[in-house]
T-cell receptor, first 114, second 112 residues
Framework: GAGVSQSPSNKVTEKGKDVELRCDPISGHTALYWYRQRLGQGLEFLIYFQGNSAPDKSGLPSDRFSAERTGESVSTLTIQRTQQEDSAVYLC????????????FGPGTRLTVT | GQQLNQSPQSMFIQEGEDVSMNCTSSSIFNTWLWYKQDPGEGPVLLIALYKAGELTSNGRLTAQFGITRKDSFLNISASIPSDVGIYFCAGRVAGNNRKLIWGLGTSLAVNP
């Protein structure tokens, strides 16, 4: 398909384990965004990539969270030593350019930390 | 930090009724976007607005970029059951970085 894809769709992990969430943006989109959405809440910005660089990491909630992007394509969001408060849906979005106004979202990864 | 006030927080209406929701900002925006999120899905872009006063329609949906550049509204006419979902506004502060500021959403329920 031509849309943003994310994997896994669901992830259940034990407290203290590390998890990796993957995002495949729309081909040709140079900008990529990660958001967190807690149950019944709005979108919380985490990090933004332009190409493979992350000029804005201001939303990462702690140093347990990190993200990288390679080949101006796939991005991985890593959460180390997961905590129960990390449970949420993690959404990825991409846009044609960093200053392009329209972001297109993937279906999200639902993370549950037990 | 920047915040958007989106209202109402939730709505429960009868099929066929019109719906109106809005977002306001304390800052001047140069872009307003309206998204809809279905359960278990990511948000889907409905309408994008780029100019103050702009009025744009997408089927039964109409959105306007307020002339003060600090607000926007979304109207849905003749609602149908598939309009159920959460509607989010998002905007970009004029002269600021590329980060979108998001409202907290309006949850819409339609009684058939």
């Amino acid at each position: 398909g031509a849309g943003v894809s994310q994997s896994p769709s669901n992830k259940v992990t034990e407290k203290g384990k590390d998890v990796e969430l993957r995002c495949d943006p729309i081909s040709g989109h140079t900008a990529l965004y990660w958001y967190r959405q807690r149950l019944g809440q709005g979108l919380e910005f985490l990090i933004y990539f332009q190409g493979n660089s992350a000029p804005d990491k201001s939303g990462l909630p702690s140093d347990r969270f990190s993200a990288e992007r390679t080949g101006e394509s796939v991005s991985t969001l890593t959460i180390q030593r997961t905590q129960q408060e990390d449970s949420a849906v993690y959404l990825c979005a991409s846009s044609l350019q960093g200053d392009s106004y329209e972001q297109y979202f993937g279906p999200g990864t639902r993370l549950t930390v037990t | 930090g920047q915040q958007l006030n989106q209202s109402p927080q939730s709505m429960f209406i009868q099929e066929g009724e019109d719906v109106s929701m809005n977002c306001t900002s304390s800052s001047i925006f140069n872009t307003w976007l309206w998204y809809k999120q279905d359960p278990g899905e990511g948000p889907v872009l409905l309408i994008a607005l780029y100019k103050a006063g702009e009025l744009t329609s997408n089927g039964r949906l109409t959105a306007q970029f307020g002339i003060t550049r600090k607000d926007s509204f979304l109207n849905i006419s003749a609602s149908i059951p598939s309009d159920v979902g959460i509607y989010f506004c998002a905007g970009r502060v004029a002269g600021n970085n590329r980060k979108l500021i998001w409202g907290l959403g309006t949850s819409l329920a339609v009684n058939p």
